[in-house]
């Protein structure tokens, strides 16, 4: 099906073409979509493209076309071996692929330097008919032998094609992008990653011991629980200087197994009303002083004193 070209006319054309237009001068290919042959998966097909005078014949292939039916919607490899490498390493062979339509479907397809490859990826719908071109222009004279003519074999293979990541990992997700074609996807990350320290251990050993010193010898004096109204405790004491803040418990128990009301509090005196407090029924109040300081990460912890040595009784009016 290779495509002749004789006339001295056509041939001095062609030459002033190729060598002053380069990348731009398309000779008809070897075939068409129409003549294409087929290509199988992992299936090898070899053209010998020519550029020059051979013989009588001058020919000017600039590639030839596949036809391939997708076996399984995926992504394939379409690879081309044995291209000629140019004088700055790179390569003029090209691999494209398109649709029935003409429309190109491939990522890729020119001399990937990270790879040292020619290769296409593209994604395929099973069934469908595609069109491969194989192309080379031998545009640089480096290429050309010293007849002044250039010929070329290239092998076209097609392959699964498994993606190659780029993977970025951010506290909240992972992110994975193909090099070679438009595929990715990501990922949220579950675990929480340790929040960052931001103070030296030994600032919050200082603030911790001072916090400890502050409330070690903190005793909660003039405690006063009483139940003035309806479900309703009132319990005050008397202000403690180097406390931050206070802890009160109310509870029915003595011994304070089990809370009925738990605060942190900033203030020295307290209502206290919640659906756990019932009329008429006894409970016990007892207040501790706490000093706050800073953790590695900038968290408040708490230092406590001592409970109140004896717990106040009261009967909710
Ligand atoms: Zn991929």
Same mark, same amino acid.
């Given at each position: 099906m290779r495509r002749k070209i004789i006339g001295l006319f056509t041939t001095l054309v062609m030459i002033v073409s190729v060598f002053t237009t380069a990348g731009t001068v398309y000779a008809d290919s070897v075939n068409s979509v129409q003549t294409a042959e087929s290509i199988s998966l992992n299936e090898t097909r070899s053209v010998t493209l020519k550029y020059g005078e051979f013989s009588d014949d001058y020919y000017f292939d600039s590639g030839k076309y596949y036809s391939f039916v997708a076996p399984y919607t995926g992504y394939f490899n379409f690879t081309l071996t044995g291209w000629k490498t140019k004088a700055d390493g790179t390569s003029n062979a090209t691999v494209e692929v398109t649709d029935n339509f003409g429309k190109i479907v491939n990522h890729g397809g020119y001399y990937n330097q990270y790879y040292n490859d020619v290769m296409s990826v593209a994604e395929c719908i099973k069934g469908k008919t595609y069109y491969v071109e194989v192309g080379y222009y031998p545009f640089s004279t480096y290429e050309y032998e010293s007849s002044g003519n250039a010929t070329t074999t290239l092998s076209l293979i097609i392959t699964p094609h498994t993606h190659d990541f780029n993977i970025d990992v951010y506290s909240f997700a992972t992110y994975y992008d193909c090099k070679r074609c438009n595929y990715s996807y990501s990922k949220k990350t579950n675990t929480i990653l340790p929040a960052k320290t931001t103070r030296s251990a030994s600032a919050v +050993?200082?603030?911790?011991?001072?916090?400890?010193?502050? @409330?070690? #010898?903190? #005793?909660? =004096?003039? %405690? #006063?629980? &009483?139940? !003035?109204? &309806?479900?309703?405790?009132?319990?005050?004491? !008397? #202000?403690?200087? =180097?406390?931050?803040?206070?802890? @009160?418990?109310? +509870? !029915? =128990?003595?011994?304070?197994?089990?809370? @009925?009301?738990?605060?942190?509090? %900033?203030?020295? !005196?307290?209502?206290i009303q919640n659906s756990n407090i019932k009329r008429k029924k006894i409970y016990y109040v007892r207040v501790r002083a706490y000093a706050t300081y800073k953790d590695a990460f900038g968290n408040v912890k708490m230092e406590y004193g001592n409970w109140i040595n004896k717990a106040k009784k009261v009967k909710v009016k």
């Open positions: +050993s200082k603030d911790r011991s001072s916090a400890k010193n502050a @409330v070690k #010898k903190a #005793k909660i =004096k003039n %405690l #006063k629980v &009483k139940s !003035k109204a &309806k479900k309703k405790i009132t319990v005050s004491w !008397k #202000k403690i200087k =180097k406390a931050d803040g206070y802890q @009160v418990q109310v +509870s !029915k =128990k003595r011994n304070f197994k089990k809370t @009925v009301y738990n605060v942190h509090t %900033l203030k020295k !005196k307290l209502i």
